[in-house]
T-cell receptor
Framework: KAGVTQTPRYLIKTRGQQVTLSCSPISGHRSVSWYQQTPGQGLQFLFEYFSETQRNKGNFPGRFSGRQFSNSRSEMNVSTLELGDSALYLC????????????FGQGTRLTVV | AQSVTQPDIHITVSEGASLELRCNYSYGATPYLFWYVQSPGQGLQLLLKYFSGDTLVQGIKGFEAEFKRSQSSFNLRKPSVHWSDAAEYFCAVGAGGFKTIFGAGTRLFVKA
């Protein structure tokens, strides 16, 4: 079956702009988590969605937001981009909330210039 | 506080040599432990996981890991490394979702 699909794979944006990233989980999975990966901070948890509701949120400013649709697809949005937002954004899907078996997408590489 | 430490930022081994990547954790309860691998520009792939039972866990691609509660360690091993194993390896502890804490990663270089 198809894996986790993240689009786009690469993105270049200018400071101050906003960006929307998309994640389609594995069919049947209802939980989607987002992570930011940078060389300096490693993998940091952003949010977790289950059944269209944000269940948990990491320690990120309000410029980072997300949502989940009824088909479990999820989007995350970053407004007023800063240079420090440049990172690989990873999405992981799992069947249930905080399921121990998570499957990661290939990520979206965001570069802010 | 819960944490994961991977003491080695990078390791270089010769192809065909054995490999051990170290992972130490701090977790209040009996942990769920994971090892993931990430190739350049790719997402994370689960190599193996430990929840309970046999402390020696077999994973994909010939990897295994041993849970040692007394040492709070979950080291990853492979008896013979292949050039395609060159990647970054992440140890993680937790219960999934926001409760999963990742280590900083160990980058593996394989020399011919």
């Amino acid at each position: 079956k198809a894996g986790v699909t993240q689009t786009p794979r690469y993105l270049i944006k200018t400071r101050g702009q906003q960006v929307t990233l998309s994640c389609s989980p594995i069919s049947g999975h209802r939980s989607v988590s987002w992570y930011q990966q940078t060389p300096g901070q490693g993998l940091q948890f952003l949010f977790e969605y289950f059944s269209e509701t944000q269940r948990n949120k990491g320690n990120f400013p309000g410029r980072f937001s997300g949502r989940q649709f009824s088909n479990s697809r999820s989007e995350m949005n970053v407004s007023t981009l800063e240079l420090g937002d440049s990172a690989l954004y990873l999405c992981a899907s799992s069947f249930g909330l905080q399921d121990t078996e998570a499957f990661f997408g290939q990520g979206t590489r965001l570069t802010v210039v | 506080a819960q944490s994961v430490t991977q003491p080695d930022i990078h390791i270089t081994v010769s192809e065909g040599a054995s490999l051990e990547l170290r992972c130490n954790y701090s977790y209040g309860a009996t942990p769920y432990l994971f090892w993931y691998v990430q190739s350049p520009g790719q997402g994370l792939q689960l190599l193996l996981k430990y929840f309970s039972g046999d402390t020696l866990v077999q994973g994909i691609k010939g990897f295994e890991a041993e849970f040692k509660r007394s040492q709070s360690s979950f080291n990853l091993r492979k008896p013979s490394v292949h050039w395609s194993d060159a990647a970054e390896y992440f140890c993680a502890v937790g219960a999934g979702g926001f409760k999963t804490i990742f280590g900083a990663g160990t980058r593996l270089f394989v020399k011919a």
